[in-house]
């Protein structure tokens, strides 16, 4: 990929505005081309058949549409799940998964092509590796490389709505999750920016609703995203209710500790009214005590929330397990018996390495392999 060419995808209406009316074009081709790019999910210049000839050479000459090429592609055993690993312009990777979720159970064998698919989420990395580094995830401990733009992460979408629209017609993404490789708030804007591609009319065109971004906690960014005055969801990756623990999990604690991350969850629900997800990945012997729970119920008391329990997907980095099932039971009761509302999410795929950082890993341990 030529990284001298414009990404069209990392241009808001008014860049690619000043794009098209600096070649001498009038400003109602940025809508055609937004339309191209957006609706119809275009691929190449030759598809948009209502621009002249000469603008579309230009546009081949010197843009492209998006810069992202997969490398690595897996499925789940029932076919609802697939994890793309993709290959930017500078040969970085990052993973991005698509979840779909029947309205009815269906047989496992047709689930995929099932017309019963009443959710498409995408799943979206923001980051190659990621400099919080919690030690359980191998996200953070592969190293941070680098941001991605923000056209990167539209790209990540744009690549699964395509692969929907060509393998069943009617069928466009429900819900986009900023939840894979990277903390998104460390660049608040770069995220922002991918938040309004995906929310404006012009180009994706997704409720504000629809769209979760998750935070390590990052509490400036919680911050940023509030001065938005914006309805899209938050969820925060909690792990530990005291700052000791907390400190060790998710290190950004160390510098927004809980008493500061815990009052900007507040101030979110109150000005946005909705509820705020915690999530807490349960870890054998670490987080997963009756006390640890309880001191959880004790920290979102009286909060808009909702506790979202995950068992740990593997890793290969000790000693972080999996908590055995009679404790996950037992933390989920105690904070169901304080009324805090809680689930435990459904594992997606774990069979495709559906954890955040692992298809890369696999693939970079085997070409490390291959080349020994
Ligand atoms: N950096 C952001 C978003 C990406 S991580 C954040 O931390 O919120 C998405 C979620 O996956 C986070 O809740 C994170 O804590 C969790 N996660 C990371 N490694 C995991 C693992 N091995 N098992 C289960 N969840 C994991
Ligand atoms: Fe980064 Fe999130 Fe992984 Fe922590 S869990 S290292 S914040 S991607």
Known sequence: MDTKRIDLLNLDTHELTGLVVGWGEPVYRVKQIQHWLYHEL????????????????????????????????QQSVDGLTRKTLFQMADGQTVETVLMRY?????????????????RRTVCVSTQVGCPVGCPFCETGQAGY????????????????ARAEKAAHSDSALTNIVIMGMGEPFMKFNV?????????????????????????????????????????VNLAVSLH???????????????????????????EYVHQTHRRITFEYALMDDINDSPAHAQAVAQLVRGLLCHINLIPLNPTSRAPY???PQARV?????????ADIPTTLRVEKGIEIAAGCGQ????????????VS
């Open 329 to 337: 039971q037992q933390f989920e009761k105690i904070l169901r018996a």
């Open 191 to 231: 995220t922002w920016r991918a938040i309004e591609a995906f929310t404006d009319s012009a180009r994706l065109g997704m409720g504000a609703r629809r769209i979760t971004v998750s935070t390590s906690g990052y509490v400036d960014g919680i911050q940023q995203l509030l001065a938005k005055n914006s309805q």
């Open 42 to 73: 275009a691929s190449d210049f030759d598809a948009m058949s209502n621009l002249p000839h000469a603008l579309r050479a230009r546009l081949r000459q010197t843009t492209s549409i998006g810069t992202l090429t997969p490398r690595a592609e």
């Open 321 to 323: 397990r999996r908590s």
């Open 359 to 370: 298809l890369r890993q696999q693939v970079d341990a085997r070409r490390a392999h291959s």
């Open 240 to 266: 530990a209710a005291d700052d000791a623990l907390r400190d060790q999990l998710v290190p950004v604690n160390r510098k927004y500790p809980l008493r500061e991350l815990m009052q900007a969850c507040r």
């Open 102 to 118: 029947l309205d009815a159970p269906g047989s496992p064998e047709d689930a995929a092509d099932a017309p019963n698919i009443a």
């Open 145 to 160: 490389v680098r941001n991605l733009t923000f056209g990167e992460i539209v790209a990540q979408v744009i690549h699964f």
